[in-house]
């Protein structure tokens, strides 16, 4: 009997609260992957009362005898895994087995300068928001392979020739292009042996783990970080990030085939978030963008960047229903609504007179988008207590049925707080 697995996507332009999605679920399966991305994304749990913020680990650590496993997708910087590794450490947390795959690529510090680099050069209306983590440079030397893995930090000789060939090139660009001092070669060379020792005992097949654990068997969820609207290929373009953040990224990015996906889940606020630059047709820029900033706690667990904040965008969340082809909507921040008298939600774009209820792929500048909006009529009750999906005030009920109506997609999770407990599960 094969074992079912499930991806965890986020639905809209990240920050959706998938790391706390996949910590309530991670109980029912044996295996948690995460499939792309890099220390750019920030996925936050809370378990009795403690904040545990990962970067690179996937959201399943805090359980104990799972496996956890860090896939080829992933690009990985050592200094943030050896730091996240030893914080659980110290508190005793690390209770989960981890397995990073040997296959998955390196971010080295060239990569972080050159990622800082080229932004300060973008002019103003052409910068990305990038974290300056290095994620976009270390995926351009993986597709112009000549990128540096996991399991190389294990081979000297191989190491010893990457690196050099790397720095052939990049202190060129360092020096010619941005004036900036070269970066030595034996410095270099000690810290990612270094590296390499330190991470062996964790370094493996994760390809092969996540398959044979299928086969067993065991459930398998895979975690996504970022979010359908920023990926390389399907999202706002060129505002986006570096990975396939959609659901498909966890078939290239763990090693398992498409026919092995028994569901995808899609991960969306109540209301809408995005950091950085780039479209986002529902930002308010005024009071209700504040209020949702704050009663949301909306600052970026990566950077620490206020997050732009508007209503739920049907139209955006119908686009990611489509590409990802989602059986179910985990919706996150229901509470943070409480308190508003009428809720908008967009459900419509005009662009040139034409009507788009799905977004299209390419979206003009905001002052050539009509938003079309319906109200829905808020609630006043606090929802940190409730547990079942009649424990929700009519009006909170009200606005989750108009989502499953308007995406045609059951909303099988609703979150009511930050706490792992604070979870209605509805269909699942």
Same mark, same amino acid.
């Given at each position: 009997?094969?074992?079912?697995?499930?991806?965890?996507?986020?639905?809209?332009?990240?920050?959706?609260?998938?790391?706390?999605?996949? %910590?309530?679920?991670?109980?029912?399966?044996?295996?948690?992957?995460?499939?792309?991305?890099?220390?750019?994304?920030?996925?936050?749990?809370?378990?009795?009362?403690?904040?545990?913020?990962?970067?690179?680990?996937?959201?399943?650590?805090?359980?104990?005898?799972?496996?956890?496993?860090?896939?080829?997708?992933?690009?990985? %910087?050592?200094?943030?895994?050896?730091?996240?590794?030893? @914080?659980?450490?110290?508190?005793?947390?690390?209770?989960?087995?981890?397995?990073?795959?040997?296959?998955?690529?390196?971010?080295?510090?060239?990569?972080?300068?050159?990622?800082?680099?080229? @932004?300060?050069?973008?002019?103003?209306?052409?910068?990305?928001?990038?974290?300056?983590?290095?994620?976009?440079? =270390?995926?351009?030397?993986?597709?112009?392979?000549?990128?540096?893995?996991?399991?190389?930090?294990?081979?000297?000789?191989?190491?010893?020739?990457?690196?050099?060939?790397?720095?052939?090139?990049?202190?060129?660009?360092?020096?010619?292009?941005?004036?900036?001092?070269?970066?030595?070669?034996?410095?270099?060379?000690?810290?990612?042996?270094?590296?390499?020792?330190?991470?062996?005992?964790?370094?493996?097949?994760?390809?092969?783990?996540?398959?044979?654990?299928?086969?067993?068997?065991?459930?398998?969820?895979?975690? /996504?970080?970022?979010?359908?609207?920023?990926?390389?290929?399907?999202? #706002?373009?060129?505002?986006?990030?570096?990975?396939?953040?959609?659901?498909?990224?966890?078939?290239?990015?763990?090693?398992?085939?498409?026919?092995?996906?028994?569901?995808?889940?899609?991960?969306?606020?109540?209301? =809408?978030?995005?950091?950085?630059?780039?479209?986002?047709?529902?930002?308010?820029?005024? @009071?209700?963008? &504040?209020?949702?900033?704050?009663?949301? /706690?909306?600052?970026?667990?990566?950077?620490?960047?206020?997050?732009?904040?508007?209503?739920?965008?049907? $139209?955006?969340?119908?686009?990611?229903?489509?590409?990802?082809?989602?059986?179910?909507?985990?919706?996150?921040?229901? %509470? $943070?609504?409480?308190?508003?008298?009428?809720?908008?939600?967009? #459900?419509?774009?005009?662009?040139?007179?034409?009507?788009?209820?799905?977004?299209?792929?390419?979206?003009? &500048?905001?002052?050539?988008?009509?938003?079309?909006?319906?109200?829905?009529?808020?609630?006043?009750?606090?929802?940190?207590?409730?547990?079942?999906?009649?424990?929700?005030?009519?009006?909170?009920?009200?606005?989750?049925?108009?989502?499953?109506?308007? =995406?045609?997609?059951?909303?099988?999770?609703?979150?009511?707080?930050?706490?792992?407990?604070?979870?209605?599960? =509805?269909?699942?």
């Amino acid at each position: 009997m094969k074992g079912k697995a499930e991806v965890i996507i986020g639905a809209q332009w990240g920050d959706e609260g998938k790391g706390r999605i996949v %910590d309530s679920l991670a109980d029912r399966v044996d295996v948690v992957v995460r499939y792309q991305g890099g220390a750019n994304a920030g996925h936050t749990v809370v378990v009795e009362g403690e904040k545990h913020i990962f970067h690179l680990l996937p959201s399943g650590m805090l359980y104990p005898g799972k496996t956890c496993v860090i896939g080829n997708g992933v690009v990985v %910087d050592p200094e943030q895994f050896l730091s996240e590794i030893g @914080e659980l450490r110290e508190k005793r947390k690390d209770k989960a087995r981890l397995v990073l795959s040997e296959a998955s690529h390196v971010v080295m510090p060239y990569h972080k300068i050159i990622d800082e680099a080229e @932004e300060k050069r973008r002019s103003k209306g052409r910068k990305i928001g990038t974290t300056k983590r290095g994620i976009g440079p =270390c995926y351009a030397d993986k597709v112009n392979r000549i990128g540096i893995r996991v399991g190389d930090l294990l081979d000297p000789d191989s190491l010893r020739m990457k690196i050099i060939e790397n720095l052939e090139i990049k202190n060129l660009l360092l020096t010619r292009i941005f004036n900036l001092p070269p970066i030595a070669f034996d410095d270099l060379m000690e810290k990612a042996l270094d590296w390499g020792q330190q991470m062996r005992p964790y370094i493996g097949d994760g390809t092969a783990i996540v398959n044979e654990a299928l086969d067993k068997g065991r459930g398998v969820l895979f975690e /996504g970080a970022q979010g359908t609207l920023l990926d390389i290929d399907h999202g #706002t373009y060129p505002f986006v990030t570096s990975s396939s953040a959609a659901a498909g990224g966890a078939c290239i990015g763990s090693g398992i085939g498409p026919t092995r996906i028994d569901r995808v889940l899609g991960v969306a606020k109540a209301y =809408c978030t995005r950091v950085g630059e780039g479209p986002f047709p529902t930002e308010e820029l005024g @009071e209700i963008g &504040e209020r949702l900033r704050e009663a949301g /706690g909306e600052y970026g667990a990566t950077t620490g960047r206020p997050r732009r904040c508007g209503w739920l965008d049907m $139209v955006a969340l119908r686009y990611a229903v489509r590409v990802n082809g989602l059986g179910g909507i985990a919706l996150t921040k229901l %509470d $943070v609504l409480t308190g508003l008298e009428q809720i908008k939600v967009c #459900t419509a774009y005009e662009i040139e007179g034409r009507r788009h209820e799905i977004l299209p792929s390419r979206l003009p &500048e905001r002052e050539d988008i009509q938003l079309h909006y319906e109200s829905l009529k808020g609630w006043k009750e606090d929802l940190a207590n409730c547990r079942r999906v009649e424990d929700l005030p009519p009006e909170a009920r009200e606005y989750v049925r108009f989502i499953e109506e308007n =995406c045609k997609v059951p909303v099988v999770l609703i979150g009511v707080g930050s706490g792992r407990e604070q979870t209605i599960l =509805c269909g699942l």
